[in-house]
């Protein structure tokens, strides 16, 4: 592990490989054998596969040198390969199947990636929907909406609609964000319309009746109390209450206690009046679907719906300096998050920034070889045990966002030094950044966004999500651009712009008692060197 580890930081090609060896458990009478597999982008199979033979013979000294070629602009269409392995990596990002999209008179928005090869489908709805669109009195609804729809339709009762769904072969999923709801099944390609009936008959006929409200209430209240033992989403839920006070975005997807204890019928009805609007919603499918089809769907149970003709209204937060720790020495890890704020989704600063977050990386300890990765956050946190974790986060809403590191150490004595190290690497971002680190961040930016694409689901899920937030989809190779433009310099900039000497929220939660007092963490946002 550890030499892989020395391999794939001395590879830039191969800096986004994740690799895990393996040891099967034999049949009997048999000798086990040791494995290694690792995951890469297409193009870079060849150099991975390379890289574990010389592994296997136990020689770092053997691994292939060399890059893989970058995409370049030139290539603006979709260009299908009619060869199933031979292509390169500029010629693999057009071998993708065309994203279809239809608008109807009343806005809502059907968009499909059909691909007849593929016997599976993901088709739901994405709708602008959350707590963001939400005020302090019905903090909590969209979530609450999200488990009450699952309750039942005025044609099906509840023990009908899963009976529907499993003769489908198929699962239903969904969640709520801040600032979207998702409602998406994944069933046969031949099921994909019949899914899509479903899923409308769930948005526009539910049964909210007062004994569903009341078990939909019991299990989110389960839910919250879970919630408060995740310490990772509990941090970035003060991080946002407390950068975006008085906001709608500082508010929590689920709600406070008081608030789902108190949300009735008619709160429901009246939230889903005001936002599940057609100009509000998107039909997304990917997988083997027919495109046309799932637009007669919309048309028949959506086409006679009119767009609102008044908006939920939000404005952009203001992003406030603040400290905020809960203090609890019995547990056994410290949680600490420094953030700034960030670029939104459709500010152009949000890719040098989102090369930024990589460059700063994130490391487990716990993970193989995580001594030998290439990011100086990593070597200054493990000279002195600082953190047992820490990861990089660039966050974006639709008009802002949140830029930061969070790290978990179980060492509380040297919390002090914690927010030295980061805010140095921050500075060193805006000052020192080099060529080489932007270039191995860039491919592992790369990866981590396409890898994150495979699937009918997470295709779906990349659809409908884009088509709210840009009103259409980025295409791989335009991904590709938007990433291979950013340099050294563009770093450097988004990294003195939204960093240097500008208002930082800490959190920190757990025994955070020897964290730095906030004015010396704010005045070493703007150090002097020497």
């Excluded at 200054?380 to 974006?396: E, G, M, P, R, W």
Aim: contains cysteine.
């Amino acid at each position: 592990s550890n030499a892989a580890a020395h391999s794939l930081s001395g590879e830039p090609h191969l800096a986004s490989t994740t690799f895990a060896p393996f040891l099967p458990s034999p049949p009997p009478g048999r000798t086990a054998n040791l494995g290694f597999f690792a995951v890469v982008v297409a193009a870079a199979a060849p150099a991975a596969a390379a890289m574990l033979a010389a592994i296997a013979r136990r020689s770092a000294s053997a691994l292939p040198k060399g890059g893989r070629s970058l995409a370049t602009t030139s290539l603006t269409t979709a260009n299908p390969s009619t060869k199933s392995v031979e292509f390169t990596y500029a010629q693999s990002l057009g071998n993708i199947p065309e994203t279809k999209i239809t608008r109807l008179p009343n806005g809502l928005t059907v968009a499909t990636e059909s691909n007849p090869n593929q016997q599976a489908a993901t088709v739901g709805f994405w709708v602008k929907s959350g707590s963001r669109f939400e005020s302090k009195t019905t903090n909590g609804t969209a979530h609450f909406l999200e488990h009450v729809l699952f309750k039942g339709t005025k044609t099906k009762p509840q023990k009908d609609l899963e009976t529907q769904i499993e003769a489908l072969g198929g699962s239903i999923s969904s969640y709520t964000s801040r600032e979207q709801s998702a409602f998406f099944a994944k069933v046969l390609a031949s099921d994909a319309s019949k899914a899509a009936e479903v899923l409308s008959d769930l948005l526009l006929n539910p049964e909210i009746s007062d004994a569903s409200v009341n078990s939909a209430r019991d299990g989110i209240l389960r839910e919250a109390e879970v919630r408060e033992g995740l310490k990772a989403d509990l941090v970035f839920d003060h991080l946002h209450g407390s950068a975006f006070q008085s906001s709608s975005l500082g508010q929590t997807v689920i709600g406070p206690k008081t608030n789902v204890e108190s949300i009735t019928r008619a709160d429901l009805l009246s939230y889903k009046d005001e936002v599940f609007t057609p100009d509000r919603i998107v039909l997304a499918a990917s997988g083997g679907v027919d495109h046309d089809a799932l637009v007669k769907v919309a048309e028949k149970y959506f086409g006679s719906l009119k767009a609102s003709e008044s908006k939920p209204t939000v404005l952009k937060p203001t992003f406030v300096g603040s400290d905020l720790r809960a203090r609890y020495d019995e547990l056994p890890a410290a949680h600490v998050i420094l953030g700034v704020e960030g670029a939104s989704w459709t500010n152009p600063d949000y890719w040098p920034l989102a090369v930024a977050q990589f460059v700063i990386g994130s490391w487990d300890r716990n993970l193989p070889g995580g001594s030998k990765m290439s990011s100086r956050l990593i070597a200054d946190v493990q000279k002195d045990n600082l953190l047992t974790s820490f990861s990089a986060f660039n966050i974006a809403y639709s008009d802002t966002g949140l830029f930061g590191v969070y790290g978990v150490s179980n060492q509380r004595e040297t919390l002090e030094e914690v927010s030295h190290v980061i805010q140095q690497e921050w500075h060193r971002l805006a000052m020192a950044v080099t060529d080489a680190e932007v270039f191995r961040a860039k491919n592992q930016l790369k990866a981590s966004l396409l890898l994150g694409k495979d699937g009918t689901t997470a295709a779906a899920e990349d659809i409908g999500s884009q088509l709210l937030t840009y009103g259409k989809r980025i295409t791989p190779w335009e991904l590709d651009g938007l990433i291979e433009a950013v340099k050294a310099a563009d770093v450097a900039r988004v990294a003195a712009k939204y960093i240097y000497d500008k208002e930082v929220c800490l959190i920190g939660y757990g025994p955070v008692e020897a964290l730095q007092d906030y004015t010396r963490i704010r005045g070493a946002m703007s150090p002097i060197y020497w």
